[in-house]
């Protein structure tokens, strides 16, 4: 995530979850969920589908 335009298209790919602050000047997205509702691989695939690489902190 290089840009707006990438951090909202992240925004974008992650809809239903609580929380999602993308932030192009660190490369990062901090994504509040709930387990019981959306799993982590569900999130990693929502941000492949997008073109991103994802990685648990």
Do not use: N
């Not at 707006?4 to 509040?32: F, I, N, Q, Y």
């Amino acid at each position: 995530m290089v840009c707006d335009g990438c951090a909202e298209k992240v925004r974008m790919a992650l809809t239903g979850v609580h929380g999602v602050k993308p932030s192009a000047w660190r490369k990062r997205v901090a994504v509040r969920y709930i387990p019981a509702e959306v799993g982590v691989s569900q999130l990693e695939a929502a941000l492949a589908d997008a073109g991103f690489e994802a990685e648990e902190a």
